[in-house]
């Protein structure tokens, strides 16, 4: 019995630590952009979570990794939508999150960046640059970035003549400042 409970000590100290690593997230938009017959279809993903530690200052040091939950893909139709989550796109029943993680970061000018990240969607795992911006604000920093993706490179969908290989994505964030960060 006393095992049983140093277990649960255990397991509620690391729940807490990791719920203190994330960052609350008080404005989280990822949304998307694709070619379908030439028309362009706009979209987003929610359940955004984060957990940043973003130092200008020193970028050596900093961190992100952020994940979307892909049950959550809304373009305003529900057919294909489901379509979509289903195994001929996105296989949301074996692969339900796109997963972020940085690797290095580089300063552009003022406070623009350039982060080079592994996106990892569907177990597939590619290295991309992100070029954002950062803007501190009084209680939260704001994260702004723009990045193009082929679908193809991570088996979502097949080859198509109507529907476009290349995926827009926006990320335009905002995260409550905290005095520390673990991760």
């Not at 050596?60 to 994940?67: G, K, L, W, Y």
């Not at 529900?78 to 296989?91: K, N």
């Not at 300063?107 to 177990?123: C, D, E, P, R």
Request: aromatic share 10%.
């Amino acid at each position: 019995m006393r095992n049983f409970f140093a277990f649960i000590v255990v397991v509620l100290i690391y729940c807490s630590n990791s719920l203190y690593a994330q960052a609350p997230v008080t404005r989280p938009a990822v949304t998307f952009e694709i070619k379908n017959l030439g028309i362009a279809t706009n979209g987003s993903i929610g359940g955004l979570l984060t957990k940043v530690h973003f130092t200008p200052a020193n970028l050596n040091s900093s961190t992100v990794e952020a994940s979307v939950d892909v049950n959550t893909i809304n373009t305003d139709n529900s057919s294909r939508d489901e379509h979509l989550r289903s195994e001929d796109f996105f296989d949301v029943s074996h692969y339900p999150k796109m997963v972020l993680k940085s690797v290095a970061f580089k300063h552009k000018n003022g406070n623009s960046f350039i982060g080079v990240f592994t996106l990892t969607i569907k177990g597939k795992a590619k290295q991309i640059e992100i070029p954002f911006t950062v803007l501190d604000k009084e209680n939260v920093f704001e994260f702004k970035g723009t990045f193009k993706i082929n679908r193809l490179d991570f088996g979502v969908g097949g080859t198509s003549m109507i529907l476009s290989n290349d995926v827009i994505v926006n990320i335009d964030c905002e995260e409550k400042k905290q005095d520390s960060i673990p991760i």
